[in-house]
């Protein structure tokens, strides 16, 4: 009985270890992991944004600020420019005015980039007014199509019009 007792207290004293390691194990796990999550949320956070952002952002990367009009709508072409060109914008919208103006506000230190994004935007708004409407040449096409004569495929309709 007495070595009955042994075993049992000896099982149970592994099955104890067995748990703890396991747990510790697993609590490293968890340690290592939340600091690592800890250590990507202080990197994002120092991270400064870039291409669009908000007015705030911008004034809070301690630079000067710049704002240009838009007068159009066509603000997804533009963006396509700004980020091509790597150039941090804020674009707001004014309401005071009828119709509302765009304003995109920009770095002073990214001029020369907001600069040669406007040009290469202001070059495809241009090529876009120059190019021909595509539904007055089809227009044309149709007036084209109706002014021919139209041919007499069955025989029937034929001998009506010989007679």
Do not use: C
Not at 47 to 60: A, S, V, Y
Not at 88 to 101: H, Q
Not at 132 to 147: F, G, N, Q
């Amino acid at each position: 009985m007495q070595e009955e007792i042994e075993n049992r207290t000896v099982n149970l004293a592994i099955s104890t270890t067995k748990l703890t390691a396991r747990g510790i194990i697993r609590l490293a796990a968890k340690g290592l992991a939340y600091i690592k999550r800890k250590s990507r949320e202080a990197a994002l956070k120092n991270e400064k944004p870039d291409g669009r952002q908000t007015i705030q952002q911008l004034i809070g990367q301690n630079q000067g600020v710049t704002n240009i009009d838009i007068s159009q709508t066509d603000l997804k072409g533009f963006e396509k420019y700004a980020r091509k060109y790597g150039v941090d914008y804020a674009i707001t919208k004014d309401k005071s005015v009828f119709p509302p103006k765009y304003l995109v506000f920009f770095k002073a230190r990214d001029a020369d980039a907001m600069t040669a994004a406007f040009n290469a935007y202001s070059a495809e708004v241009l090529a876009k007014s120059k190019r021909p409407s595509t539904l007055s040449k089809l227009r044309k096409l149709i007036d084209a199509v109706k002014s021919i004569p139209t041919k007499v495929t069955s025989r029937d309709k034929q001998r009506e019009q010989s007679r």
